[in-house]
């Protein structure tokens, strides 16, 4: 199916079972411990244990194996020597087996296979490892001055009017610096695969969030025919950007099988994943902004610095701003280091939610600069269409509905301007806000679906559930389309053998593979119609029935001699370059700081979301919250310490890389906007699981300022630079 044209009406309308809050089909599995991951399959299998290397850059100049094999249980060990010529996959930076060079700190080096974890682990200790180390690079700062533009025409230079000259003239300027640091996704399940080979043909279950670049990259990797390969992903314990790609422990477990002869099954242990696997990495950020003095953007620019290995790519901090604002003299600019730290790659809204970190804190302080209320002055630079391409409307933007619904729902009036003057006992209380924004996108995005006799709908897709919703909403959908209810529907994610779908990234994943499963579902209704003899243009699907020229029939009849099997792709047009397409939000957060040591509680806070059509507003709601949550890690703690002479992550574990736990976060509340987007998809829906974070950290930082009258430009904001630069009378 093309959507080539909005929208119109059509039986998601019917709101029957789409737009409710529904309860996730997969909770009892996961809450039970009966939802089957990665690592937990019941499969007989041996265990593999990854070396990593011990230096960031350098070659490998002895591996000494002999021992390791020789241990009690060892069945295999595997290193590039021994694993033959390896490719290297469409979506990794660096490669998953390293030797004898070596990219990066923990990068794999060897899989040690033995009948049991403990014996592979121990065998692992006994693998010895002799590097030529080279000197490299691990301070974005002090490379700055050596980085690039990157060379993707995506990232290129923006530039719209002189914004030089605009912004030398402007009565009132700002020109400030902010950073942010490395960060991890820190998901609860670590990267895990168990693989197993059936002759030529390799079968993988494993934790990623796209199973179809999964599968391409294997095949890749491994120099063999994608047929060949099959990846299994029914659940998976977290991804956040983390599990897009193809990853070390995937890789090894496929050769680690091979060498073993039986399945092998590979988890990174924890102090790996954060130097193994890919990061968030760090940016340096400048804003410059111009005004009138009655508060109108004339000129306006960001700059971002990051850093990467050789052929990465840059975190796109400056998205937002291209868009986000009214302003007739733009520039935008993002250049890309070469760091020999671990790989740089998404975390949950690349190039947003950095960037808002600091476009919003530089917002409130130009609103300051201007003796403005910080909402107004963001809803006077409010722009319905496109800075830079002024005849590309908006699809939908409701961006100053969600600044003036949150502002009254949080209490704004009630805020004090002036910093240092709210009080509760030993705390300094602020409130903070900011805008939040994170563009729509679609993908492809295609389903099978099945009615039996039974009038039981089973849908099949490659679609993952990373903690989503995703079997709900789907389910919500396939319900919706057929007219029966969720207990006669079935929905199986998650293995390359089912439709290739959109996956789970980029915001694009709840939006687009329910597309898709609506595109399968209106070829399933025509099926239907046609074998029960009824016109399928005016046919309504309702209660496990069909009506139409006054009859009504079971939907299960149309099945009663054999399964009906439909499938169909949702494939999109080039309705993104004539609207652009957008999610808007508010974020509203009050703090408290203790005058005393400068520490930071989060009292309260609340997301106003304007994303199209909420399909399960549950499922949404704790997408957002979870988001929010996330926010206040980047703001508060979240940071992975760099040691500038090794090139790795110190805090490499959930002990001291630090993130929000139940009693840092005590109240929050959603508000979801009623609105519908046909520009976007049959649904109307967007995505929204991102748009959560985007602008929580500046929200913060605000706060924390409007509390304090401290303001700090360097993310994590922790209290030992609050301290010294808290005036004395506040205590």
């Not at 080979?197 to 391409?216: A, F, R």
Request: proline share 5%; with cysteine; hydrophobic share 40%.
């Amino acid at each position: 199916m093309k959507f080539t044209t909005p929208a119109t009406t059509n039986p998601i309308d019917q709101l029957k079972v789409i737009g409710r809050a529904t309860d996730r089909i997969d909770g009892p599995y996961k809450t039970t411990g009966t939802a089957p991951y990665a690592y937990e399959h019941q499969k007989p299998a041996a265990y593999g244990y990854v070396v990593g290397a011990a230096i960031a850059k350098g070659r490998i100049t002895s591996l000494d194996v002999s021992a390791a094999k020789r241990a009690p249980g060892v069945l295999a060990v595997v290193t590039a020597d021994s694993a033959g010529k390896l490719g290297k996959g469409d979506f990794n930076t660096a490669r998953l087996l390293g030797g004898p060079e070596i990219q990066h700190y923990h990068q794999a080096i060897a899989l040690v296979v033995a009948q049991t974890f403990e014996q592979a682990r121990a065998a692992a200790q006994l693998v010895q490892v002799q590097y030529s180390k080279q000197q490299g690079a691990y301070d974005l700062a002090k490379v700055r001055d050596t980085a690039k533009p990157d060379k993707d025409k995506e990232n290129k230079d923006q530039q719209v009017g002189d914004f030089n000259k605009a912004y030398s003239a402007a009565p009132v300027r700002l020109d400030a610096s902010y950073t942010t640091p490395d960060q991890s996704h820190a998901m609860m399940e670590p990267h895990a695969s168990l693989a197993e080979w059936q002759g030529d043909k390799l079968t993988l279950w494993t934790s990623n969030q796209m199973i179809n670049w999964g599968k391409g990259d294997m095949a890749k990797t491994l120099g063999i025919p994608e047929d060949k390969v099959r990846l299994v992903s029914p659940y998976i314990g977290g991804g956040f950007g983390g599990k897009l790609f193809l990853r070390s422990e995937a890789l090894l477990a496929a050769l680690g099988a091979k060498a073993a002869g039986r399945p092998v099954k590979v988890a990174l242990q924890r102090p790996l994943m954060m130097n193994n696997t890919t990061h968030r990495p760090a940016t340096i950020q400048r804003i410059r902004i111009g005004a009138s003095r009655e508060g109108k953007i004339s000129a306006i620019a960001h700059e971002s610095w990051s850093g990467d290995l050789p052929d990465g790519k840059p975190e796109t901090a400056v998205q937002q701003t291209k868009l986000l604002y009214a302003g007739p003299n733009r520039m935008t600019r993002m250049r890309l280091a070469v760091l020999d730290l671990p790989e740089g790659n998404a975390m949950r809204a690349p190039g947003e939610a950095p960037g808002l970190m600091a476009l919003e804190i530089a917002m409130d302080e130009m609103a300051e600069k201007l003796k403005m209320d910080p909402i107004t002055f963001r809803i006077i630079n409010d722009t319905t269409v496109d800075p830079a391409k002024r005849e590309r409307k908006f699809s939908q933007r409701r961006l100053v509905d969600c600044l003036r619904i949150g502002a009254e729902r949080f209490g704004w009036d009630k805020r004090n301007p002036q910093p240092g003057q709210m009080r509760d006992g030993r705390w300094l209380v602020g409130i903070g806000m900011a805008s939040a924004f994170r563009n729509n996108l679609v993908q492809k995005s295609a389903a099978r679906v099945r009615l039996d006799s039974q009038g039981v709908v089973t849908v099949e897709t490659d679609m993952t559930d990373i903690g989503t919703g995703s079997y709900t909403i789907i389910a919500q959908t396939a319900a919706e389309m057929m007219g029966v209810p969720l207990t006669q529907v079935v929905v199986k994610l998650g293995d390359s053998d089912f439709p290739v779908s959109a996956g789970s990234g980029g915001q694009w994943g709840g939006n687009s593979s329910t597309a898709g499963v609506y595109a399968a579902c209106v070829k399933l209704r025509e099926l239907a119609a046609q074998k029960l003899g009824l016109d399928q243009r005016v046919a309504e699907f309702a209660h496990g029935s069909v009506r139409a020229d006054g009859r009504i029939l079971p939907l299960a009849q149309a099945a009663a001699n054999g399964e009906l099997v439909a499938e169909d792709t949702m494939e999109y047009g080039d309705l993104d370059k004539k609207f652009q397409q957008s999610t808007f939000g508010a974020h509203f957060v009050e703090v408290g700081v203790d005058a005393a040591t400068g520490e930071v509680r989060v009292r309260r806070m609340l997301a106003v979301c304007a994303a199209g059509r909420i399909l399960n507003p549950k499922s949404a709601r704790s997408q957002v919250i979870g988001a929010m949550t996330m926010g206040v890690g980047a703001a508060l703690m979240e940071h992975l310490v760099i040691d500038q002479r090794g090139g790795f992550f110190v805090n490499h574990d959930l002990a001291s890389y630090e993130v929000p736990v139940h009693a840092d976060i005590p109240h929050q509340e959603v508000i979801f906007l009623d609105e519908t987007d046909p520009i976007s998809s049959p649904m109307k829906a967007k995505g929204v699981g991102e748009l959560g974070i985007c602008g929580v950290g500046a929200a913060v930082a605000n706060a924390i300022y409007n509390a304090t009258g401290v303001r700090i430009r360097d993310y994590p904001i922790t209290l030992d630079k609050l301290i010294a630069k808290m005036p004395a009378n506040l205590s």
